[in-house]
């Protein structure tokens, strides 16, 4: 079973300062994907970045970047240059094995609502 | 838009109901997923569907079933609806180990 931990319910940021959102996870398999989405306040899931496990360099997407030490078994979501816009909630989420055409559910965590301050 | 068509986008019903939501998957998606995200619960999973056949089963509730079509879309059917059902419920599609895009969501409250 995977499991994703997000321990910070909530985070404060000025804008245009950068800010890192917290991920760690947990699971048996050696192959897996992670990824991050974006849920405003209007309700949709948006998805922001994904990072392969056998990738051996952080993925990054436009001022979306993942900070992801798999020893630490930590995937951290890193924002540059906050906008208003950003405020929302994020969630961190695993997909194991992400190879599968089979059974494939993604496991959320429980996500950190995002602030961003004028 | 994502691709992914859920309807209806609001849904207000009363217990002891039944209601069906609907889920075009994306293009060339052959899995459509179901999720539940409620305030007590968060996102969690409830059923897969690939290309027509239930392949995988996540918390859902005998009171519930879905099933897909071979046009690929997908419903989600909800019975003997209860105060606590009340949440959004997303669909989403997938076709590689990217992830999924999801839908916007239907809104259900339950009254």
């Known amino acids: 079973a995977q499991k994703i931990t997000q321990t910070q319910p909530g985070m404060f940021v000025q804008e245009k300062e950068a800010v890192t959102l917290d991920c760690t996870y947990d699971t048996s398999d050696q192959s897996y994907g992670l990824f991050w989405y974006k849920q405003p306040s209007s309700g949709e899931m948006i998805f922001l970045i994904y990072q392969g496990s056998y990738d051996e360099q952080n993925a990054t997407e436009g001022r979306y970047s993942l900070n992801f030490q798999k020893a630490r078994k930590s995937a951290n979501l890193v924002i540059s240059a906050s906008q208003l816009g950003d405020s929302a909630m994020y969630f961190c989420?695993?997909?194991?094995?992400?190879?599968?055409?089979?059974?494939?559910?993604?496991?959320f965590g429980s996500g950190t609502q995002l602030t961003v301050l004028p | 838009d994502s691709g992914v068509t859920q309807t209806p986008k609001h849904l207000i019903t009363a217990t002891g109901q039944r209601v069906t939501l609907r889920c075009s998957p994306r293009?060339?998606?052959?899995?459509v997923y179901w999720y539940q995200q409620s305030l007590d619960q968060g996102l969690q999973f409830l059923i897969q569907y690939y290309n027509g056949e239930e392949r995988a089963k996540g918390n859902i509730l005998e009171r519930f079933s879905a099933q897909q079509f071979p046009d690929l879309h997908s419903e989600l059917n909800l019975s003997s609806l209860e105060l606590g059902d009340s949440a959004l419920y997303f669909c989403?599609?997938?076709?590689?180990?990217?992830?999924?895009?999801f839908g916007s969501g239907t809104r259900l409250t339950v009254v």
């Open positions: 989403a599609s997938s076709v590689d180990h990217y992830g999924y895009t």
């Open positions: 989420a695993i997909l194991s094995p992400p190879l599968s055409g089979s059974a494939r559910q993604l496991t």
């Open positions: 293009s060339g998606d052959l899995s």
